[in-house]
């Protein structure tokens, strides 16, 4: 999960880093940071928070230098949020550097115990240390060159932009897991963002995706020149568009909202239900239930109702109220739902949780029956590559079926999509990273690799 992004050569590079950052919050809300290049230096701030809580105007002011690079870090729990924000910022034999990664390494572990035999030392868990430490341990004279080398270390899934104190170096992993794409400045100057809704906030004209397996290099008074590295073996990560994205963006060529009102007709398609309405979970599930209710020619409602207000800093209910946690984001509007069979889409299911506090919610609403439709496939596998997918224990759908999950949950019916029919919505003719519920681990690691730290 998380979002990077890369300004080079703007006037106010990390103005537009900061407004980039806040079109992707929704990709992580633990921390946020940018740092920028001068050209002698390279300065950098980053906090805990959301990403205007962490930037006051006058950070921006200190941020001073024609590139920045930014990161938003996705929660999960248990890590010391202070120390594992990014960028990583570290100076070394060749000056300075800085380091924003999206994505998971998945031989972190192996790189990081030969790191630390020969001496190394490391102040966070994060896999973005072992980049910073193989860039610094290369013998090669070139940043370039160190890069390159460091790259030829890390496995799994990451997007990188790496900012020295002049230049700014921009790699996506040769299976393009996770998304990242170029744009160009109205005033001058480009971008690179995970997602293209931060350059319709910038004003930024989108010019193509970063390729996998691609190095594009920003020099100062050059255009940005692009070197292959890899074999490219394109695997978007199909979770981008069943939940991550947001629904704005075009990732690799697709418009999210587009592929998810696909998902949730082919949904229709497969498993159908006899209701007076659809219903959406908010806001996840809302493209999905629409092509469901398209596709099944019955009512679609926004029949709950979502406080967009629940921030982190509403104190966790105690385990005696816990139907408050649900009851403080959702509500029913009961009116609606009384007496109606009713069918209600949310984009996944993983533990099971959701689903089993909504079902209960509509009942008590007066819902006659309530049939749950899950417009992606069964996760029955942890995601190795960036996404926080829990571990197989926690999945629910690793170890229960689906009537048994239906019954668990408290629903009449229970559907997911099917592979074949992801696939299909999504497009037939490109190949996604699925591991989730094909457990196919190509890009390394395993169902039972220690757990996912996602960045
Ligand atoms: P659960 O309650 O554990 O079954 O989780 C399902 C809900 O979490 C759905 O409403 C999803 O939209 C949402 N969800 C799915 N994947 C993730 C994720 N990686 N991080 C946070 N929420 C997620």
């Not at 998945?106 to 980049?131: H, P, S, W």
């Not at 990188?160 to 040769?174: C, E, H, N, T, W």
């Not at 819902?367 to 224990?393: F, L, N, Q, W």
């Not at 239906?406 to 996604?432: M, T």
Request: net charge positive; aromatic share 8%.
């Amino acid at each position: 999960m998380c979002a990077i992004v890369g300004v080079y050569g703007a006037e106010n590079a990390a103005q537009i880093a900061y407004y980039a950052l806040f079109a992707m919050q929704h990709r992580g809300q633990e921390s946020s940071g940018i740092s920028s290049a001068d050209g002698k230096e390279i300065h950098l701030i980053k906090k805990r928070g959301l990403v205007t809580e962490v930037f006051k105007q006058e950070d921006l002011d200190l941020l001073k230098g024609s590139c920045a690079i930014g990161h938003n870090r996705y929660s999960t729990a248990g890590k010391d949020s202070v120390l594992d924000a990014q960028p990583v910022y570290a100076k070394y034999k060749l000056g300075a550097i800085s380091v924003a990664h999206n994505g998971n390494l998945t031989n972190k572990y192996k790189v990081r115990d030969e790191l630390i035999e020969k001496g190394a030392i490391f102040q966070t868990d994060m896999d973005t240390e072992n980049i910073v430490h193989l860039i610094a341990k290369s013998e090669k004279n070139k940043l370039k060159a160190r890069i390159i080398s460091m790259l030829n270390k890390i496995e799994g899934a990451y997007c990188l932009a790496i900012q020295s104190r002049s230049k700014m170096f921009v790699i996506r992993d040769r299976f393009g897991i996770r998304p990242l794409s170029l744009g160009k400045l109205k005033d001058g100057g480009y971008i690179v963002a995970s997602e293209t809704c931060a350059f319709d906030l910038v004003g930024a004209e989108f010019i193509r995706n970063v390729k996998p397996g691609e190095m594009l290099i920003f020099e100062k008074g050059k255009e940005p020149t692009s070197k292959m590295l890899f074999e490219p073996d394109p695997h978007i990560c199909a979770f981008e568009y069943i939940y991550f994205a947001r629904p704005d963006s075009i990732i690799d060529g697709k418009t999210v909202y587009n592929t998810r009102l696909e998902m949730g007709k082919q949904l229709a398609k497969e498993t159908p239900a006899d209701v007076d309405l659809v219903l959406p979970v908010p806001d996840s599930g809302v493209a999905a239930a629409k092509g469901y209710a398209n596709g099944m020619g019955v009512p679609f409602e926004m029949g709950i109702v979502r406080n967009h207000y629940v921030g982190r800093t509403f104190i966790e209910p105690s385990q005696k109220i816990r139907d408050l946690k649900v009851k403080l984001k959702l509500s029913p509007i009961k009116d609606m739902i009384a007496g109606k069979r009713v069918a209600i889409v949310d984009d996944s299911l993983v533990r099971g949780t959701t689903s089993k506090q909504i079902v209960r919610m509509l009942k008590e609403a007066g819902a006659t029956e309530v049939h749950m439709r899950i417009a992606s496939p069964e996760i029955k596998y942890p995601c190795r590559y960036g996404i926080d997918t829990a571990t197989k224990e926690e999945l629910i759908s690793s170890h229960k079926t689906p009537k048994e999950i239906a019954k668990y949950i408290g629903a009449d019916s229970l559907g997911f999509l099917s592979i074949e029919g992801l696939k299909k919505s999504l497009g037939d003719e490109r190949k996604y990273s699925l591991v989730s519920f094909d457990g196919n681990y190509f890009a390394g690691g395993n169902a039972d690799s220690p757990g996912c730290s996602c960045y």
